[in-house]
């Protein structure tokens, strides 16, 4: 298994500022993954993080919107650029540590924008 | 394409009563399937999975069988607790090399005590 923090938990930002959330992994991992999920809503993939190359966007996601880095295999970022209140969501971050497909999940970040 | 669909919610219950939450899947090939519990204010955690066909997942008395035949990975519990509250999300990981998790719309599930 693998345990995973989120860094904020939560923030209130202003529309046209970006934000840049933070996931760390207790263990090295080879797939990190980002997810949304918008009030009362299921679970919406971003992109998936790769150590040491480009991330992998989904569809109606694009790299200047959402840009991540994971510079290493225990640490991830993804940044939400120019903000708009649609963005108001909570982002989730995740690790498939052991390459089966299960997934572990941080606790994710609660973003409000006005 | 591959999708999971879940029974909608939400599911109020009283204490102890038996519970079904109903999630049937489109897939090429042969996913694997998980529950995935998101209690209130948190994250999710991964509830129980099944990775072949009529494997069973169990945990916390939870059940879920993977039926290829009906294509359905439907969760269960024989008495359910005012602490079983929460959010529960079917899941199917693509086939490959992606390790994509495709997710259900979720249920809510509220147990009265």
């Known amino acids: 298994s693998a345990v995973i923090s989120q860094k904020p938990s939560r923030d209130i930002c202003q529309r046209g500022t970006s934000l840049t959330i933070q996931c760390q992994v207790d263990s090295q991992v080879t797939m990190m993954f980002w997810y949304r999920q918008q009030p009362g809503q299921s679970l919406t993939l971003i992109a998936t993080?790769?150590?040491?190359?480009?991330?992998?966007?989904e569809s109606g996601f694009v790299i200047d919107k959402f840009p991540i880095s994971r510079p290493n295999l225990t640490f991830s970022t993804l940044t939400v650029s120019n903000m708009s209140p649609e963005d108001s969501s909570i982002y989730l971050c995740s690790a498939d540590s052991s390459g089966s497909g299960e997934q572990f999940f941080g606790p994710g970040t609660r973003l409000t924008v006005l | 394409g591959d999708s999971v669909t879940q029974m909608e919610g939400p599911v109020t219950l009283s204490e102890e009563a038996f519970l079904t939450i109903n999630c049937t899947y489109t897939a090429t090939g042969y996913p694997s399937l998980f529950w995935y519990v998101q209690y209130p204010g948190e994250g999710l955690q991964l509830l129980l999975k099944a990775t072949k066909a009529d494997d069973k997942g169990s945990n916390k008395g939870f059940e879920a069988t993977y039926r290829k035949e009906t294509t359905s990975f439907h969760l269960e519990k024989g008495s359910v607790q005012v602490s079983d509250s929460a959010v529960y999300f079917c899941a199917l990981r693509y086939g490959g090399a992606t390790n994509k998790l495709i997710f259900g719309t979720g249920t809510l599930l509220a147990v009265q005590p």
């Open positions: 993080a790769n150590q040491g190359s480009e991330a992998t966007y």
